[in-house]
């Protein structure tokens, strides 16, 4: 579920196959976590659980558009 380009048969919606690759890669660089569950009406629930940052750790530095 997880390849790139993997399409489940007869499914109903269009699509490349990439999201769930890009979600994986993005995560395991952030050193977070994936979860898949069914969801309550049907489909998928996808839950993306990054690490939290220890309370002594100095905050990043803000954004500043250039």
């Known amino acids: 579920m997880f390849d790139r380009f ?3 048969e007869n ?3 269009g699509g490349s196959g990439l999201g769930l690759a890009i ?3 993005v995560a395991e660089r952030s050193g977070a ?3 898949l569950d069914t969801a309550p009406l049907g489909g ?3 839950r993306v659980l990054f690490p ?3 309370t002594d750790h100095p905050a ?3 954004f ?3």
């Open 44 to 46: 998928l629930r996808v």
């Open 23 to 25: 979600v994986r890669s």
């Open 52 to 54: 939290a940052l220890p």
């Open 11 to 13: 499914a109903p919606a």
């Open 33 to 35: 976590r994936v979860e």
């Open 6 to 8: 993997y399409r489940r």
């Open 64 to 66: 500043r558009p250039g």
């Open 60 to 62: 990043p530095p803000a």
